[in-house]
């Protein structure tokens, strides 16, 4: 497209008392020629708006530079089509907000009137590079789902997306539905007043399930292979007739298992009357509680935690077993009056509306709770159990005795018991990366379902642990992120976290090399390779992060309004002072995700930094390429700053693992320029979340105080 570039300047929000915007106007002029410069003081009121949009009908203008307010704001205001290009230039929280404003004199501070002029440099050589993006139009999409297991979740997943219209191929391993509920004697309260016990309604549910139209159910199948992408998967599966057909997404509702209660020696499994719960609800489902010899039961002891939050085990808890237990102690007091409960547990953990049972359990004369640690469990002559309690609540040990003791153990994601779930035919490999656990790697506050798989949701026990009441409202959730994610497939946008974009990676592999470094370290795995090992994007995967733009030695990646050339360009932009000047620059790459939000949410609280520093976004710290570097360093940069999300095993990075490849990249430069005699310090990386933003101007201060001692970057002028 021609371009014809119009540069807006906003002088509201305080940003006139901070510059004077005809020198900003005067250089977007001057030095960039840009034809149409004007200022307004609410560019984004009607008045503002309608000035964008005549100057786009007579002037021509089809690149806008619109240096005002943060994008977070007015996204939508100003649209102006989708023949048009729009770069946000945040001078209000990056110059006027942060920055010194004028003296009492009404004159403009000199540092704070270069920082704007830098801001207009930097992000009219930003238009130039620009283009306008465009949808990923596949061949042919297919809104179908395919859910994996038919449990509880898989079950509902199905359902809800099916009464919203979408068909369904759900797959089932066993020759029917029901997954573990079918095992359930009673199901824990989902209504009101949540106090007593209700009916197990899986067979309601399987029924429903068999009666949808638009739902297909493929028993005793296993998933053979899915390759492809969201909106174009193809699925193979396992079964009597090797059954394939193409789908949008995928929800994996596979479920867990039990925690093999065998390895629970030191509690007595072996002895006769210790049983798992899962044993215990199978007896109390027959109708009966008997002792291995025939006898009826009388007492009966539950050991919560068997297993459960203990490095020899399990180390996390399984969030279940507490109500479980409640559950099963209501049994044996339905099952005969006369018959006492005891529950020996850690931390009683009963969540919601869950607390009015448990209040229930508490207040019946029958059940007997009390928090310890269990010490020993033995095996009577009378083939009773005896187990020894330590640090009880009253400070005293206890010793109990019972005809049946219950270890409630926890659960295990079926991807770490039944191997492969999804036999994907992926680069990096069949399955989803998983956390230390074995349940799949999701951020479980901003993306929950989400896998680092785009288009595969994960709902249910096997998604982290959880009961069928929370697995019901969970598949939902999975199923409506699902759809969403083949609607967007349809227009060619992104799904998430960067919802609606439309850039996609675009590499030059004529340039390409063949390094695998794109294909090793995109998280989502969204690149395969051929035989060559020659990238093989599968943009539909991709989301957008630009880690494979900043892995790429050769820089061939680059995406239609983000590329190393664009970023790089910004960096050229910068005017440098003289070394006599004392001024020195600092470039600071600051990831959109975590630090712009602190960054901002400081301006807000108008707090002040230093003004030698320019900010410049990155959609995730692991598009840094070391070209940046170079190039900083080259011009005259003195130092540069890397903000962006924790990482390591406690991972805050919407993208996985940028910050921490960034991280990496970093110490290999910062090594490099140790041999050139030039201080590693000048570059540093800071973990930031939102909650950091009253700290960042310290932060910021103390790196420019660091600065100060080093002086000025040996390779200015040069």
Same mark, same amino acid.
């Given at each position: 497209?021609?371009?014809?570039?119009?540069?807006?300047?906003?002088?509201?929000?305080?940003?006139?008392?901070?510059?004077?915007?005809?020198?900003?106007?005067?250089?977007?002029?001057?030095?960039?020629?840009v034809?149409?410069?004007?200022?307004?003081?609410?560019?984004?009121?009607?008045?503002?708006?309608?000035?964008?949009?005549?100057?786009?009908?007579n002037?021509?203008?089809?690149?806008?530079?619109?240096?005002?307010?943060?994008?977070?704001?007015?996204q939508?205001?100003?649209?102006?089509?989708?023949?048009?290009?729009?770069?946000?230039?945040?001078?209000?929280?990056?110059?006027?907000?942060?920055?010194?404003?004028?003296?009492?004199?009404?004159?403009?501070?000199?540092?704070?009137?270069?920082a704007?002029?830098d801001?207009?440099?930097?992000?009219?050589?930003?238009?130039r590079?620009?283009?306008?993006?465009?949808?990923?139009?596949?061949?042919?999409?297919?809104?179908?789902?395919?859910?994996?297991?038919?449990?509880?979740?898989?079950?509902?997943?199905?359902?809800e997306?099916?009464?919203?219209?979408?068909?369904?191929?759900?797959?089932?391993?066993?020759?029917?539905?029901?997954?573990?509920?079918?095992?359930?004697?009673?199901?824990?309260?989902?209504?009101?007043?949540?106090?007593?016990?209700?009916p197990?309604?899986?067979?309601?549910?399987?029924?429903?399930?068999?009666?949808?139209?638009?739902?297909?159910?493929?028993?005793?199948?296993?998933?053979?292979?899915?390759?492809?992408?969201?909106?174009?998967?193809?699925?193979?599966?396992?079964?009597?007739?090797?059954?394939?057909?193409?789908?949008?997404a995928?929800?994996?509702?596979?479920?867990?298992?039990?925690?093999?209660?065998?390895?629970?020696?030191?509690?007595?499994?072996?002895?006769?009357?210790?049983?798992?719960?899962?044993?215990?609800?199978?007896?109390?489902?027959?109708?009966?509680?008997?002792?291995?010899?025939?006898?009826?039961?009388?007492?009966?002891?539950f050991?919560?935690?068997?297993?459960?939050?203990?490095?020899?085990?399990?180390?996390?808890?399984?969030?279940?077993?507490?109500?479980?237990?409640?559950?099963?102690?209501?049994?044996?007091?339905?099952?005969?009056?006369?018959?006492?409960?005891?529950?020996?547990?850690?931390?009683? %953990?009963?969540? /919601?509306? &869950?607390? !009015?049972?448990?209040?229930? *359990?508490?207040? @019946?004369p029958?059940?007997?709770?009390?928090?310890?640690?269990?010490?020993?469990?033995?095996?009577?002559?009378?083939?009773?159990?005896g187990?020894?309690v330590?640090?009880?609540?009253?400070?005293?040990?206890?010793?109990?005795?019972?005809?049946?003791?219950?270890?409630?153990?926890?659960?295990?994601?079926?991807?770490?018991?039944?191997?492969?779930?999804?036999?994907?035919?992926?680069?990096?490999?069949?399955?989803?990366?998983?956390?230390?656990?074995?349940?799949?790697?999701?951020?479980?506050?901003?993306?929950?379902?989400?896998? %680092?798989?785009? /288009?595969? &949701?994960? !709902?249910?026990?096997?998604? *982290?642990?959880? @009961?069928?009441?929370f697995a019901?409202?969970?598949?939902?959730?999975?199923?409506?992120?699902?759809?969403?994610?083949?609607?967007?497939?349809?227009l060619?946008?992104?799904?998430?976290?960067?919802?609606?974009?439309?850039?996609?990676?675009?590499?030059?592999?004529?340039?390409?090399?063949?390094?695998?470094?794109?294909?090793?370290?995109?998280?989502?795995?969204?690149?395969?390779?051929?035989?060559?090992?020659?990238?093989?994007?599968?943009?539909?995967?991709?989301?957008?992060?630009?880690?494979?733009?900043?892995?790429?030695?050769? %820089?061939?990646?680059?995406?239609?309004?983000?590329s190393?050339?664009?970023?790089?360009?910004?960096?050229?932009?910068?005017?440098?002072?003289?070394?006599?000047?004392?001024?020195?620059?600092v470039?600071?790459?600051?990831?959109?995700?975590?630090?712009?939000?602190?960054?901002?949410?400081?301006?807000?609280?108008?707090?002040?930094?230093?003004?030698?520093?320019?900010?410049?976004?990155?959609?995730?710290?692991?598009?840094?390429?070391?070209?940046?570097?170079?190039?900083a360093?080259?011009?005259?940069?003195?130092?540069?700053?890397?903000?962006?999300?924790?990482?390591?095993?406690?991972?805050?990075?919407?993208?996985?693992?940028?910050?921490?490849?960034?991280?990496?990249?970093?110490?290999?430069?910062?090594?490099?320029?140790?041999?050139?005699?030039?201080?590693?310090?000048?570059?540093?990386?800071?973990?930031?979340?939102?909650?950091?933003?009253?700290?960042?101007?310290?932060?910021?201060?103390?790196?420019?105080?660091?600065?100060?001692?080093?002086?000025?970057?040996?390779?200015?002028?040069?």
């Amino acid at each position: 497209m021609e371009k014809k570039i119009g540069v807006y300047i906003c002088s509201g929000c305080d940003i006139d008392k901070a510059v004077e915007t005809e020198g900003l106007e005067k250089v977007a002029a001057n030095e960039y020629k840009v034809p149409v410069c004007k200022t307004h003081p609410f560019l984004c009121s009607q008045e503002g708006i309608q000035l964008l949009k005549d100057d786009q009908k007579n002037e021509g203008v089809n690149c806008f530079v619109i240096a005002a307010c943060s994008s977070r704001y007015h996204q939508n205001d100003f649209d102006m089509g989708k023949e048009s290009i729009i770069v946000r230039t945040p001078i209000r929280e990056q110059v006027a907000w942060i920055l010194e404003p004028r003296d009492a004199e009404g004159k403009v501070n000199e540092d704070t009137q270069m920082a704007a002029e830098d801001y207009i440099r930097m992000y009219t050589s930003r238009v130039r590079l620009t283009n306008i993006p465009e949808p990923y139009q596949q061949e042919e999409t297919d809104k179908s789902l395919i859910v994996i297991g038919g449990g509880v979740a898989g079950m509902t997943a199905s359902i809800e997306a099916a009464k919203a219209g979408y068909k369904i191929n759900l797959i089932e391993k066993s020759n029917q539905l029901g997954g573990f509920a079918l095992n359930d004697k009673s199901i824990i309260p989902t209504q009101m007043p949540f106090e007593d016990l209700m009916p197990n309604n899986v067979s309601e549910l399987i029924a429903e399930t068999e009666a949808i139209k638009n739902i297909t159910v493929h028993k005793s199948s296993t998933v053979a292979s899915i390759a492809g992408e969201p909106g174009a998967f193809q699925v193979k599966l396992e079964n009597a007739a090797a059954t394939e057909f193409k789908a949008g997404a995928v929800v994996m509702a596979s479920g867990a298992t039990p925690y093999d209660a065998s390895k629970l020696t030191d509690l007595g499994i072996a002895f006769d009357n210790v049983v798992s719960s899962i044993e215990f609800e199978e007896m109390a489902k027959s109708g009966a509680l008997k002792r291995a010899d025939g006898q009826p039961v009388k007492s009966v002891a539950f050991i919560q935690c068997a297993g459960s939050r203990d490095e020899d085990h399990l180390p996390y808890c399984s969030s279940t077993c507490c109500m479980t237990s409640l559950k099963q102690a209501a049994y044996v007091r339905e099952l005969d009056s006369e018959a006492k409960a005891y529950i020996i547990y850690k931390d009683m %953990r009963t969540p /919601g509306q &869950y607390e !009015a049972f448990y209040r229930k *359990q508490q207040d @019946d004369p029958g059940v007997f709770m009390t928090k310890g640690k269990v010490v020993a469990v033995n095996e009577l002559s009378d083939k009773k159990v005896g187990i020894d309690v330590d640090e009880s609540l009253l400070g005293e040990n206890i010793q109990l005795q019972a005809d049946l003791v219950v270890l409630a153990i926890g659960q295990v994601p079926s991807t770490l018991e039944e191997g492969s779930i999804l036999n994907l035919q992926y680069r990096q490999g069949p399955d989803m990366p998983d956390l230390k656990y074995g349940y799949p790697d999701s951020h479980f506050v901003c993306f929950p379902y989400e896998t %680092r798989r785009t /288009g595969i &949701y994960a !709902a249910g026990t096997v998604r *982290q642990p959880m @009961d069928n009441n929370f697995a019901v409202r969970d598949a939902t959730g999975a199923a409506l992120k699902a759809i969403q994610a083949v609607e967007m497939a349809d227009l060619g946008q992104r799904m998430h976290p960067r919802s609606g974009d439309l850039t996609f990676m675009s590499p030059d592999l004529s340039r390409c090399t063949d390094c695998k470094r794109c294909t090793e370290e995109c998280p989502f795995g969204a690149i395969d390779e051929n035989e060559k090992g020659t990238p093989l994007p599968n943009s539909a995967r991709c989301r957008s992060c630009g880690i494979c733009m900043g892995a790429c030695p050769e %820089r061939v990646i680059s995406f239609a309004d983000y590329s190393v050339s664009i970023l790089s360009e910004m960096i050229k932009n910068i005017e440098i002072p003289d070394e006599d000047d004392e001024k020195p620059r600092v470039v600071v790459f600051i990831c959109e995700n975590d630090a712009m939000p602190a960054l901002e949410q400081m301006a807000m609280d108008r707090q002040k930094i230093s003004p030698f520093v320019r900010f410049i976004p990155l959609r995730c710290l692991g598009g840094n390429n070391l070209v940046f570097v170079s190039d900083a360093l080259s011009v005259g940069v003195d130092g540069m700053m890397y903000m962006g999300c924790k990482h390591g095993d406690d991972y805050q990075c919407h993208f996985i693992k940028g910050s921490e490849l960034c991280d990496e990249r970093l110490g290999k430069v910062q090594e490099t320029i140790g041999r050139l005699a030039l201080e590693s310090e000048r570059i540093q990386q800071f973990e930031i979340s939102l909650n950091d933003a009253p700290k960042l101007p310290q932060i910021i201060a103390d790196f420019m105080e660091e600065l100060e001692d080093y002086g000025p970057n040996p390779f200015k002028g040069m």
